[in-house]
Nanobody, 115 residues
C-alpha cells in the first residue's frame, strides 16, 4: 500500500521560507515522477513542481527561482523548499505520485503567507 504523509507548512511572513516534506511508504521514491500541487480557495488545483525518475525538474512559472523540489532516496522523502514566499503562494499543498492506473495523494498541508 503506497502512502504519502506530508509535514511542514504553516504561517510565514512575506519573504520568508518554508519546507514541505512528503514521506513515501510502500514504494521506491525515485522510480516514478513525483509532484507538488497546490490549491487556493476558489481556485483549481495547479501543478507547482515535479521531479522525474531521472532527476529532471520542472516548475510553474509563478515559482521558478523561488521554489526547489528535491528528494532523498535514503529517507524516502520528497521535499519542496519555498523561499521568498509571497501572499499569492497561500494555498493547500499536496504531494502526488502516479503509476499506471493509480494515483496517490498526500493529505495536504496549509501554507499561509501573511504579515
Amino acid at each position: 500500500q503506497v502512502r504519502l504523509a506530508q509535514s511542514g507548512g504553516g504561517l510565514v511572513q512575506p519573504g520568508g521560507s518554508l519546507r514541505l516534506s512528503c514521506l513515501v511508504s510502500g514504494a521506491v521514491i525515485n522510480i516514478r515522477t513525483m509532484r507538488w500541487y497546490r490549491q487556493a480557495p476558489g481556485q483549481e488545483r495547479e501543478l507547482v513542481a515535479s521531479i522525474s525518475s531521472d532527476g529532471s525538474k520542472t516548475y510553474a512559472d509563478s515559482v521558478k527561482g523561488r521554489f526547489t523540489i528535491s528528494r532523498d532516496y535514503a529517507r524516502s522523502t520528497l521535499y519542496l523548499q519555498m523561499d521568498s514566499l509571497k501572499p499569492e503562494d497561500t494555498a493547500m499543498y499536496f504531494c502526488n505520485r502516479q503509476s499506471p492506473g493509480r494515483e496517490f495523494w498526500g493529505q495536504g498541508t496549509q501554507v499561509t503567507v501573511s504579515s
